[in-house]
Structure formats: structure tokens, C-alpha cells
């Protein structure tokens, strides 16, 4: 049964620490799911446990709004906190996904004013956007919420003016700052806000989202939109600065008008130098009569703060650590702290001569990897403490700033974002992002269909089941710190640094390792009718007869029902699968970019490319191709639209694309070239499926017109069209060019025979990466060779997957190959245990045959793994951490070969008769054609508007509910929820159903 997310959460130390002998790490190898404790504590899908309320005498509370009974639309994605200059008022900003909630009564779905910029009034446009301000009277060390108020779009932005009067806040996509003053009771709009300038129709409610750094130039195809990220205020609250997030840029405002007095622009369209770029926080040092004198500004593309000497505009370039976020000026205004996320340090700038005085490493002694993630800072009322949130460890750090390391740390909630430390220094408070999902088993069906389950209109899918929540921590003792350090590193793994046995052994045995990752899917959605297991049947809507393949190597290999993506979405979820961890980056856009900014102003930067630009290729070229060039170079030839100069990520962890010796970091290939192996990759960070290659009139669809257009082939090679412009550098050499990764619709099966004759080209590499995207989804109006339906495109993921095992298990190499294949994230598809819970299989002669798995295992398990049996280095501190999936594996090897089962619908009308050619053999083995309730016309007539050209540029709850009522309909209820008996009661019958179509198979299936 269910627990509530929040349930327990303030328990005292002792109890949490008796959570130690029964829920372990997932890394030590618990065989618990996902979940909360009532101890207070709650293992992670990341494999990591969290106690949030471990310090003595502090609480944890969700961030509650109120609009329901339940905690379904409360506010999720925490991001920042300030706390007035008298100490008395704290403010919490969220960005993030919080949206589309509803009545639990009636099912209407939340809507409010959005204000008119010019005069703070209610405009008459409502939106279903609930960003939020709460703010909190604290004067008692309690926190009493005094307001929440709502803003449609925000972006981590959040400051006070210093006499306390009135705050500001990051409008985000909006590319506005909007001001609150209080009238003696409250904080009400004081308009008019501030309008930056950038998009069009400024002063609307909404404006357009057009004005990032392309928008005047010949490449304003592929122009994003603004956005405001970090902004300060001057002590005399007369300026105020703006970081302009895609235009690399600041706005000085002068706040009494409103007015932008200028803008200091680091990088235009056209220049060769990386400057300035993706500025995201921003600190004022003002004079002794409080006017601005100087701006710091953190640029997280180029590893600097940049300084704008507001009277001279001079601009001076400060070289830091990787990816800075957060600053903060000490209280004399000499040192400036910046977090830098990427290589867990924090740089001190000593503000009057403009260099680095000091570099504090937050890492353990002596350990060389990374992923703490530091993402804000405060300081305490003496100076001597600075107090750093350390998003990947779920703590904070207390940093001796006079002894320059780190005292200890505090356990907190899932990925903390802010702190802020109450004025007498006894308190801090802590939010943080995100908690455990829970089971989604309606995920988001409103439809007569979901009611059965969803009584009350509950919002199923998984960005908006994780909720944030807020804590007050007591300043600890050193003592107490030391014990709370201890429990940091437990709940993070450091104890589990130790040799595996079977992967010792095994390293000699596997010299291939194929990783496979595909798009999406829950457990339950797939394999939730498999007759061993914790599978949910009636959740399942693609079962052995459109998927054989899938249920075929589950049973067949190891079966593994307890595992978990680590990620909710794409952008996290190709970050854990590629580098078992993600950036502060990814963590602060990718709910945003899911949520209320719906893919306007920022842009899907997680498979190597930034504002939609392929960073691995050149800006301009002699012969200006999609696949050689960057689209800014074939729209603009002159080079004056080129931005973005070299090939460095914004978003990519430390090491990416270093080969060095002794480098540590990166992705899975960085680890295994450094390593001297081998690498051929399919699919991996291969940018075909971008937004400026739409048509003018459907931007839904491709433009085969458009100059960046790539044709599908069904034979790219034969017909010498290269399909794959890559993004990392590394991968330029080791990329097949003719294989198209996601397009849905290509089929799968293309790929696959695209693979298996690059393969029979080049032969095994030690590491080899293959996207097979096609159980994603769409295009249906589009899709070739007639897979224009979901189980159409289901059954051709799953042959191709299946020719692809029998392919290798029959070549000599298979005796030394181990193939993992994962979903990148589970966001479509409802699971009766966690949302997070997906596929994962383990396929290799040395892969324990026709066994249940039920330990709980995650994708950095199985980066772990690969990792393990390659002998190659771990990237950072989660799989260094993370217990490798020895239960999957035996000494002893079985080299029996895979034959592939064909996908009866893959035989029948529509489907293309050459598309599959075994379905004219006799000898092959299929499955019966079974009916599918909606054709190719009714998929494209209701997800009409809707963009799969590129991953999840959609309303995800959206189609959620269509692939519900299209493939069961809507005359067949969501079943009601059922408990363990009752699961196990139906298995029996289960097993006599899949040994019956298992007999039918091999007899009268056969053609």
C-alpha cells in the first residue's frame, strides 16, 4: 500500500538511522522498490536514500499550495530562496514543471490571471501555468506562509531590494522581471514590470518567444527565445541587472522607471571569441552610497565570471571552474563565492582586483570523482561559514571559509537548490526539487477510461508526482556534523567501494559490450502480462503478440522487475544513461524546458547540441551540407549568424570529450577510448531530428524543401545519403553516417539493417552504442512503410531488437559479448510500483537463463556494470558508488543462439510486405496478427499538432491519455487498484495463457 510521499519526514535522527538494516542503498544490492519509509527516509531511483530530516530538531514539509487535499498540485521544483534584510521574510521561487493540476472534484483543470504588464492587472488571458512565490514569515524560526503567488513562467531569478520594500522575480521565457511591493499586509504586482526588450509583443500578456541571440540575422530559423535568468538589485535600489540567459547578454535597468538603460552584450551572432555565454546568476558590488559599480556575472558555457564596470562598461574575463551557477558577495563586498557545478569547487574572487584568490574543493579527501553538483551558497552572520547545497549528494556542505575545506555535511532532500541562513545564524533553510513519484497507474488519464483509477483527477505523470519541499535545519554541533556526514555517505554509497567478484571474473570473458537505448516505456506498459514477476496485466498495452521479442529475452535471460530510469524525460534521462549522473544544467532546464516554458525560449540541450546548433561540426564549410556543416553555416553561408565557437557543451559533464591519461569524467565512450577500447556508435548524439527543419505551414512536419532536410532512405548506404550529423566531437570518426537515429518515421527496422551491415563492414568493438528509438512513438500521419500506428511501431522496435540478439548470438564473437538494453526514461506509460520503474535486460551466454530478478537496480547500475566488465574507469561519484548487476550473472556460460520471433501485425495490412521479409519464410517463427482498434488516420486526426520531430517536444500528459484510449479505447475502464494477493491469485492462470501461446507458436503460428 501506498505511503505518502511526505509521511514521516519528521522523524529524529535515530530513527533514520535505523533505516540501515533494512533499506540499504539499492547499490548494496536491497531487493526493495522504489520508495518511501515510514522511518522518514526513502531509497531513490537513482539508487541513492534520502533523510531529509536526519539533523536534530529540524523539519522537512512539502511546499503545499493548498489546492488540494492530496499533495498532487503542490509545488514542485524548488529553486531559490532569499531572505529579507531584516530577516524577518523568506521568499521560495519554483521553476520548473508545475502545471496542468486539477479540480479533484469536478476535473477542471486550474487556471489563473495572468497579470498585464503594464499595469499588474489581471489581463483576462487565464493560464494552467502555476509557477509560485510563497512567502513565509519567519520571525519565530517557524515558517508561517503568509502568501503564494502566482507567475506563469520563471527562471531561478530572485532578489530583494535592500531597504526590504519590495522583491523582484525572474520572469523567465517571458523575458520580463516582475516586481512585488508591500502594502503594509501583503506583497501586491507594482507595475509596471520590467520588459527586457527581446521577444516581440512585449507588453501582451504573453509575449512572442523569438527574441533570443539569432533573431535579426539570416538564421532566425533557428532562433530561441529570451530568457532571464539571475538578477540583482544595487543597495540604494535604484539599478537593477538581468542576466539574459540565450542572448549572452545583461540589462541594466534603472528601476525607478523601469527602463532597460543599456545592454552589455558579451557575444554577438558572428563573432569568433566564447565569452559571456549562457549567463546565469548575477551579483552587484555597490559603492559606499550604495550606487551600482560593478557587475559579476556567471557564464556557464565558457567557465568564467565576467565583470562590467557599470560608469566605464569595461568588461574583464575571470577564468574559473566548470559550469558556475550561483554567486554571492560577502557582506564587505571583497570576495565574491561562485559555485562551480561541474567540478564540485567553489572559486573566491577577490572583487577589487578581479582574479581568484582561492579554490575550495568540496570533494572528499583524495577522491577524484565528480557530481556533487554545488548549486547555491550562503554565508553565515560572522563570514566565517559558507553553507554550498550540493544537488547530486542530496546535503550540504559546511565550508571553514579560514581553513578553505569542507567541516561536513547535512543531509537534505532529493537534489537541493537553495539555502538561505536565518539572521541570528541558528537556522537554515533548505529547499529542495523533487521526491519519490510513486505508482502512476492512470498516468494523467482524465478520459472516462482513467476514472476507474483516477476518482480524483490526479495528475499521473512523472514531473508532476515529484514535489519539492522545504526545510529548517538547527546549525549542528560539530559533533552532530561528523554524525551527519556519516550518514551523507551512506546515503550516497561511499561504503560500497568495493571488488566484485563475478565482474573480476567476468572481465576476462566479455570483451564486447552492446548498449542499446530505446524510448519511454514503464514496466508494466510492456511487461507487466509476463507470467513471473511484480507486473500489473491490465496496465499492459503491448503484450507478448505485439512485443514476442521483449517477453521472449525476459524470460528467456534474466527478468528484471525491480528497476528503475533514473531519469523523468529525455534530457536527464540520456544524462544518466550516457554519464550516470546529470549537471546542474540538466537539472535546472530540463523540468522547465517539460514544463511551463513548453519548449519556448530554452532548447532541448542534452544530446550534444546547444540552441539547436550541432556543436561537433564546423560553423561554415566549402560544400554547406546538414551533415558537415552547422545549420547556422547553411542558412548563413557569410558566416555572420555563426554563434557558439568550438565544440564545448554547455551541458556536458566534466571530461567530456578529454582523452587525456589520466582524466577522469566524461561519457561511457570518453571512459572507454581512454581506455584504449574500441567504439563504434549508432545513433548516440545525432542531431536529425531538429526544429528548424519544419514546414513554414504544418511546423509539426518536415519541409523536404527546407535546406536542412535530411531524405530518409530505406538504403542510405547503397544510396550514398549520409543521415547522421553527430554533436560530439569524439564520436566524429566512430559515428555509422548512414544510421538515422530518432525519426518516428523511420523504421526501426531500416536502422537495423543499416547496423547489421555496418557491422558486417567493420566487425565488434569493444563498446558499441546503438539508438533504436521507434517505441517512442508519432509522426503517424507520416511514418513509412506503414508503421503509422503504436503497436505498428512497437512490434518494429521489437524485431528490430530481436534480429539484432540473433544476430550477434550467432557470430563467433557472442561467447565474449554482453548486451544491455535500457529505456532512457519511463515518461510514457503508467506503472502500478514507481513511474520511474522501465525495462532493462542483461543479455549475454554468461546471463542467468529464465530467472526473476528482483533487486533493485537502476541505470547507473548498468553503467556500472558495463563499465565493470570493459575494466574502464567509472565517470563519477553515483557509479563509482553504485554496486555493479552481479545477480544477473553466472560462471557458468550458456552459448545457446536467440532466434527472433516476427511481430505478426508486421505481416499484414498496412505494413509494407518488403519491410519484413521473414514473414514470407515458413520456417520463421511469429506471432498471430491481432486487431488494432485505431487506424493510421485516427492517430494522425487526434494528435493533430503535435511535434515528434524532435524527443518529447509535446504535451507528454497528453499523449499519454491518446495512447490509453486509442489502443484499449475508451469503452474499457482503467482497472481498479488491486493488492499484492490479489496480482499473485491471477499468475497461476497467467502462466497456463503464455505456455498455451507459447505451444501455439511453435504449431499452428508458424507460416
Not at 526545510?471 to 556526514?485: E, K, N
Not at 550534444?608 to 561554415?620: D, V
Not at 570518453?670 to 526544429?691: E, M, Q, W
Not at 555496418?758 to 517512442?776: E, F, K, T, Y
Amino acid at each position: 500500500m501506498k505511503t505518502s510521499r511526505n509521511q514521516g519526514y519528521l522523524l529524529s535522527l535515530l530513527l533514520v538511522s535505523s533505516l540501515s538494516a533494512s533499506i540499504q542503498s539499492a547499490s548494496a544490492g536491497t531487493t526493495r522498490p522504489v520508495g518511501n519509509s515510514e522511518s522518514g527516509a526513502a531509497l531513490l531511483p537513482t539508487g541513492q536514500i534520502i533523510t531529509p530530516a536526519a539533523a536534530p530538531g529540524s523539519t522537512f514539509a512539502p511546499l503545499g499550495t493548498g489546492l488540494r487535499t492530496d499533495d498532487n498540485a503542490d509545488a514542485a521544483e524548488a529553486v531559490s530562496t532569499a531572505l529579507s534584510p531584516d530577516g524577518k521574510t523568506l521568499l521560495v521561487l519554483t521553476s520548473g514543471y508545475n502545471q496542468n493540476f486539477k479540480d479533484e472534484n469536478t476535473g477542471s483543470t486550474f487556471t489563473y490571471p495572468v497579470l498585464d504588464p503594464l499595469t499588474g492587472k489581471p489581463s483576462g488571458t487565464t493560464t494552467p501555468k502555476a509557477e509560485w512565490v510563497f512567502v513565509y514569515d519567519v520571525t519565530s524560526g517557524k515558517l508561517v506562509k503568509k502568501q503564494q503567488i502566482n507567475i506563469p513562467n520563471t527562471y531561478n531569478g530572485l532578489a530583494w531590494a535592500k531597504d526590504g520594500s519590495r522583491f523582484f522575480v525572474s520572469g523567465g521565457i517571458d523575458d520580463r522581471v516582475y516586481v512585488y511591493a508591500s502594502n503594509g499586509s501583503q506583497y501586491v504586482p507594482d507595475a509596471p514590470f520590467i520588459l527586457l526588450g527581446h521577444n516581440s509583443n512585449q507588453t501582451a500578456p504573453f509575449p512572442k518567444y523569438d527574441g533570443g541571440l539569432l533573431k535579426d540575422t539570416p538564421a532566425k530559423a533557428v532562433s530561441t527565445g529570451a530568457v532571464v535568468a539571475g538578477i540583482a538589485v544595487s543597495q540604494d535600489g535604484k539599478t537593477l541587472v538581468a542576466a539574459n540567459f540565450e542572448n549572452d547578454s545583461i540589462s541594466i535597468v534603472d528601476t525607478p522607471t523601469r527602463k532597460v538603460i543599456k545592454e552589455i552584450k558579451f557575444f554577438r551572432a558572428g563573432d569568433k571569441i566564447a565569452t559571456g555565454e549562457f549567463p546565469f546568476d548575477v551579483a552587484i558590488k555597490s559603492t559606499q552610497k550604495g550606487q551600482a559599480a560593478k557587475v559579476f556575472i556567471s557564464s556557464q558555457r565558457d567557465n568564467e565570471v565576467v565583470t562590467v564596470e557599470i560608469t566605464s562598461g569595461k568588461i574583464t574575463r575571470i577564468p574559473i571552474g566548470s559550469q558556475p551557477n550561483k554567486v554571492l558577495l560577502s557582506a564587505d563586498q571583497n570576495r565574491l563565492y561562485v559555485a562551480n557545478g561541474n567540478d564540485d569547487s567553489i572559486s573566491v574572487i577577490d572583487t577589487n582586483s578581479n582574479r581568484v584568490v582561492q579554490t575550495i574543493s568540496l570533494s572528499r579527501p583524495g577522491d577524484k570523482y565528480k557530481g556533487a553538483n554545488p548549486n547555491s551558497l550562503a554565508l553565515s552572520p560572522d563570514g566565517g561559514t559558507l553553507y554550498v547545497t550540493l544537488g547530486g549528494e542530496n546535503a550540504i556542505a559546511v565550508v571553514d571559509l579560514q581553513a578553505g575545506r569542507v567541516n561536513g555535511r547535512i543531509p537534505t532532500g532529493w537534489y537541493p537548490n537553495s539555502v538561505s541562513v536565518s539572521f541570528d545564524g541558528q537556522r537554515l533553510y533548505v529547499v529542495n526539487a523533487k521526491s519519490n513519484s510513486g505508482p502512476n497507474p492512470s498516468n494523467s488519464r482524465t478520459t472516462p477510461a482513467g476514472l476507474a483509477r483516477n476518482t480524483n483527477f490526479k495528475n499521473d505523470y512523472n514531473w508532476a508526482l515529484e514535489k519539492a519541499g522545504i526545510s529548517i535545519i538547527p546549525v549542528p554541533s560539530s559533533s552532530t556534523l561528523a554524525t551527519l556526514s556519516t550518514q551523507v555517505d551512506k546515503n550516497n554509497g561511499f561504503y560500497n567501494r568495493r571488488p566484485d567478484r563475478i565482474m573480476r571474473y567476468l572481465q576476462g570473458k566479455i570483451k564486447h559490450v552492446i548498449y542499446i537505448v530505446k524510448e519511454n516505456r514503464t514496466y508494466d506498459q510492456v511487461l507487466g502480462d509476463l507470467p513471473i514477476g511484480n507486473g500489473d496485466p491490465e496496465l499492459t498495452l503491448f503484450p507478448y503478440k505485439i512485443s514476442p521479442n521483449h517477453h521472449k529475452l525476459s524470460l528467456g535471460f534474466a527478468t528484471f522487475d525491480n528497476f528503475y530510469d533514473s531519469g523523468e524525460s529525455s534530457g536527464v534521462g540520456w544524462s544518466w544513461s550516457t554519464f550516470g549522473r546529470t549537471t546542474d544544467y540538466t537539472e535546472k532546464t530540463q523540468s522547465v524546458l517539460y514544463g511551463n516554458a513548453g519548449f519556448n525560449g530554452l532548447t532541448y540541450d542534452y544530446e550534444g547540441t546547444n540552441r539547436n546548433i550541432s556543436l561537433a561540426l564546423p560553423q561554415t564549410s566549402s560544400n554547406n551540407s546538414p551533415i558537415n556543416t552547422r545549420i547556422t553555416g547553411v542558412l548563413d553561408p557569410s558566416g555572420g549568424s555563426s554563434i557558439l565557437p568550438g565544440d564545448r557543451d554547455v551541458n556536458a559533464p566534466e571530461g567530456d570529450g578529454d582523452l587525456g591519461v589520466n582524466v577522469i569524467g566524461g561519457y561511457l565512450w570518453d571512459s572507454a577510448l581512454r581506455a584504449g577500447k574500441t567504439v563504434r556508435n549508432y545513433g548516440f548524439f545525432v542531431d536529425n531530428g531538429t526544429p528548424y527543419v519544419t514546414s513554414q505551414t504544418d511546423p509539426t512536419k518536415r519541409d523536404p524543401k527546407n535546406p536542412a532536410y535530411i531524405p530518409i532512405s530505406p538504403t542510405p548506404y547503397a544510396d550514398k545519403i549520409p543521415q547522421a550529423p553527430v554533436t560530439k566531437s569524439v564520436l566524429l570518426d566512430k559515428t555509422d553516417p548512414y544510421f538515422r537515429s530518432f525519426d518516428m518515421n523511420n523504421p526501426d527496422i531500416y536502422l537495423y539493417n543499416e547496423w547489421e551491415r555496418d557491422i558486417n563492414q567493420n566487425g565488434l568493438p569493444n563498446l558499441m552504442l546503438v539508438r533504436l528509438p521507434h517505441d517512442h512513438f508519432g509522426s503517424f500521419g507520416t511514418a513509412l512503410a506503414g508503421l503509422n500506428t503504436p503497436e505498428l511501431q512497437m512490434a518494429d522496435n521489437d524485431y528490430a531488437i530481436g534480429k539484432l540478439v540473433e544476430k550477434i548470438s550467432r557470430m563467433p564473437e557472442w561467447k565474449e559479448t554482453a548486451i544491455f538494453i535500457i529505456e532512457d526514461d519511463s515518461q510514457n506509460g503508467p506503472d502500478h510500483v514507481d513511474s520511474h520503474r522501465s525495462l532493462a535486460y542483461v543479455i549475454s551466454p554468461y546471463t542467468k537463463r529464465g530467472v526473476l530478478v528482483s533487486t533493485n537496480y537502476n541505470t547507473i547500475s548498468v553503467l556500472r556494470t558495463m563499465e565493470d566488465l570493459l575494466n574502464i574507469g567509472y565517470l563519477g561519484i553515483t557509479d563509482a558508488n553504485a554496486q555493479p548487476m552481479s545477480d544477473a550473472f553466472t560462471r557458468q556460460p550458456n552459448f545457446e543462439p536467440y532466434t527472433a520471433i516476427v511481430p505478426g501485425n508486421l505481416c499484414a495490412k498496412p505494413v509494407d510486405p518488403k519491410l519484413v521479409p521473414a514473414c514470407q519464410d515458413p520456417n520463421v517463427e511469429n506471432t498471430a496478427a491481432v486487431p488494432i482498434l485505431n487506424d493510421a488516420k485516427w492517430w494522425a486526426a487526434i494528435t493533430k499538432g503535435f511535434n515528434f520531430i524532435g524527443e518529447d517536444n509535446l504535451d507528454a500528459e497528453e499523449f499519454n491519455e491518446i495512447l490509453w484510449e486509442g489502443i484499449k479505447g475508451d469503452n474499457i475502464p482503467y482497472p481498479k487498484e488491486r493488492n499484492g494477493k490479489n496480482l499473485r491469485q491471477n499468475r497461476d492462470q497467467l502462466l497456463k495463457n503464455w505456455q498455451l501461446s507459447q505451444t501455439n507458436n511453435s504449431t499452428g503460428a508458424k507460416k
